[in-house]
């Protein structure tokens, strides 16, 4: 089963800084990589996928890098509603798995 | 618009059973994989099992193999979870999840709570 790990788990954050989240797999997944904003009692909702492919109408501060083992999720000039967790997933293997998450708060 | 409705959570005693159901629809449902993700309280989002688009092929986490079984009607846009032997450690929220690798559209979830 491949892990991934993100860092940091907690990011307290003042509006328009830069935000930047890291993903490490415990094995190559090439670029299998995606990433979830999921917000206080909401669904999860795709934000990158495949390590740096953008999603429709997701706001362009969101962006993704990375390949292997090292990812990142970068928001440029975070905003408000921002505050969530994100999550990284792999669909490189069986079983799918999640990053534990990141949680980025306001300040 | 794609729209994923599950139903059939519940409070259900340690060994007991539930059906999970997800209605689809906005997409054509024969054409995608399809997923279930599940969420325990304060937990990490797990990959629970997915299921190809002709039902051929399903897929486990360990966790669940051979109490959980995934399923699909392509004719009525539904997916399936029929839920056996459960355990504490089964309690959960539920999300039917459109896709198998980059899961794009997410349900929003039923609560599925294993307690005597």
């Known amino acids: 089963e491949i892990v991934l790990t993100q860092s940091p788990d907690f990011q307290s954050v003042t509006p328009k800084e830069k935000v930047t989240i890291t993903c490490r797999a415990s094995q190559n997944i090439g670029s299998s990589l995606h990433w979830y904003q999921q917000k206080p009692d909401q669904s999860p909702k795709l934000l990158i996928k495949f390590a740096s492919q953008s999603i429709s109408g997701v706001p362009s501060r969101f962006s993704g890098s990375g390949s292997g083992t090292d990812f990142t999720l970068t928001i440029n000039s975070l905003e408000a509603e921002d505050a969530a967790a994100y999550y990284c997933h792999q669909s490189s293997s069986l079983p799918r798995t999640f990053g534990q998450g990141t949680k980025v708060e306001i300040k | 618009e794609v729209q994923l409705v599950e139903s059939g959570g519940g409070l259900v005693q340690p060994g007991g059973s539930l059906r999970l159901s997800c209605a689809a629809s906005?997409?054509?449902?024969?054409?995608?994989?399809m997923t279930w993700v599940r969420q325990g309280p304060g937990k990490r989002l797990e990959w629970v099992a997915n299921?190809?688009?002709?039902?051929?092929?399903?897929y486990y986490v360990d966790s669940v193999k051979g109490r959980f079984t995934i399923s699909r009607d392509n004719a009525k846009n539904s997916l399936f979870l029929q839920m056996n032997s459960l355990r504490a450690e089964d309690t959960a929220v539920y999300y039917c999840v459109r896709g198998g690798g980059s899961v794009d559209c997410w349900g929003q979830g039923t609560l599925v709570t294993v307690s005597s």
């Open positions: 299921i190809k688009q002709d039902g051929g092929d399903q």
């Open positions: 906005g997409f054509t449902f024969a054409n995608y994989w």
